[in-house]
């Protein structure tokens, strides 16, 4: 199949480098001149590993493209995936912008005497309705009553977690198609086929707020955890020995991933989608109490560990951050708790050197580049090497994922917010 792919963010990079790996061809569409120069060049725009060896392969076996512009590409697409970034408007709402603009886009740009319909498959997250209230409006405008006959409408989520993206594509834990009638989408069936879960074929509302139950779920219990650990500490009880009992149980709470108290949630799925929730909630006139103090809840664990790991801290003390992503192997900073420590410590007048080596500043792009700036203006001057990081002397070295076992830094304190409930 022909596949174009709107949006090369971290989705659709990774879509793009899977689906033409798969055997498909893929033409990626971005208004950005550096993700299209990078993906016409075989490179990766994000550091996601695995995506861009598999970008690099199938550039030179001929199966992928990049360009700013729709132009003819879709002429002979069989599916066009929609991964546009939908980030938190003002009122805690998903900016649909975005998703307006692409959706205009296609619906000028697709041929009204196709031999079959074009399958637009929309991955962004977004409020329930919004297929049929926003984007199946701007192709009845354009392509009048021939728009149920040109273009099939479909909501499939995603469901990749940075850092692992390319083993979450191939290895899902479910497939979500979501169709106007529920039944099963031909297109979307050849797409998946060989990769081995669960597939659900619904409605598109339904399909639409199953990404906003998954992440909010999640958001629920990170947030839990915390709330229990600070409890414990506060009581001199083992938070250790409490998490041990309550993940045996297996069969009731469910998973043991994100119920173990430490580091705040970040990133640019769990928190814009919890506000969106809450939006949503607030619009309805549904009382959603825990929900609602999810994201107070995460800042103040935010505030908390900061407060714990400057607490025999000297004004003017050296502090070495290893890991400011908010997860390691990637470079999204956005929302990203550990930049938000930083911040703190800067404000707070620590002399502070940062060490992240999948992070380049000059590879930033789109909202991740301005949320790296608005966030951390003084970014470029923060990172050091290796080299650096290990012969320096530093009064503290803070941990905020894994990437601190990577370095030799002899007797130094080093204190692991991610351990800290």
Not at 5 to 12: A, D, E, H, R, S
Not at 253 to 259: H, V
Not at 294 to 307: D, G, P
Request: with cysteine.
């Amino acid at each position: 199949m022909k596949v174009v792919i709107f949006g090369l963010g971290y989705v659709g990079c990774t879509a793009a480098a899977c689906i033409a790996k798969s055997g498909h061809h893929v033409v990626g569409i971005d208004p950005s001149p550096e993700k299209v120069e990078a993906i016409a060049a075989g490179r990766s725009p994000i550091s996601e590993p695995g995506v861009d060896e598999m970008l690099s392969d199938a550039l030179s076996e001929g199966r992928l493209e990049a360009s700013r512009l729709v132009d003819s590409h879709l002429n002979e697409a069989d599916v066009a995936i929609v991964c546009v970034g939908t980030p938190s408007g003002p009122d805690g709402a998903h900016n649909m912008s975005y998703i307006a603009q692409v959706s205009r886009q296609i619906a000028e740009a697709v041929k009204p005497d196709r031999a079959k319909p074009l399958t637009v498959a929309f991955r962004s997250t977004m409020r329930p309705g919004s297929i049929d209230q926003i984007i199946a409006p701007i192709f009845r405008a354009s392509l009048k009553d021939a728009a149920a006959d040109v273009v099939e409408l479909v909501y499939n989520p995603e469901f990749l977690r940075e850092a692992t993206a390319v083993e979450d594509y191939f290895n899902p834990p479910k497939i979500v198609i979501g169709t106007q009638s529920g039944k099963p989408s031909e297109a979307m069936d050849q797409l998946h086929e060989g990769i081995d879960a669960p597939v659900f074929h619904v409605g598109i509302r339904e399909a639409e707020f199953t990404k906003f139950v998954d992440n909010t779920w999640h958001a629920v219990k990170v947030a839990f955890a915390n709330e229990v650990g600070r409890v414990c500490q506060q009581l001199d009880i083992s938070a250790r020995q409490v998490h041990e009992i309550f993940v045996s149980d297996t069969k009731l709470n469910i998973s043991a991933y994100y119920t173990r108290p430490g580091g705040a949630f970040g990133g640019s799925c769990l928190p814009k989608d919890v506000r969106a929730l809450q939006h949503i909630a607030s619009d309805t006139g549904a009382n959603t109490h825990l929900i609602d103090s999810l994201i107070r809840s995460n800042e103040a664990h935010k505030h908390h560990q900061f407060t714990k790991v400057t607490r025999d801290l000297s004004a003017g003390a050296r502090v070495l951050l290893v890991g400011l992503a908010f997860k390691a192997d990637t470079d999204d900073l956005r929302e990203s708790p550990a930049v938000d420590l930083a911040r703190k410590l800067l404000d707070s007048g620590y002399k502070v050197s940062v060490y992240d080596p999948a992070l380049r500043p000059e590879k930033l792009v789109g909202q991740n580049l301005g949320y790296a700036y608005a966030h951390l203006p003084s970014i470029d001057t923060l990172l050091v090497d290796k080299a650096t990081a290990e012969s320096e002397t530093y009064d503290l070295i803070i941990s905020t994922n894994r990437l601190v076992k990577t370095l030799s830094l002899g007797d130094a304190k080093v204190v692991d917010v991610s351990a800290i409930p």
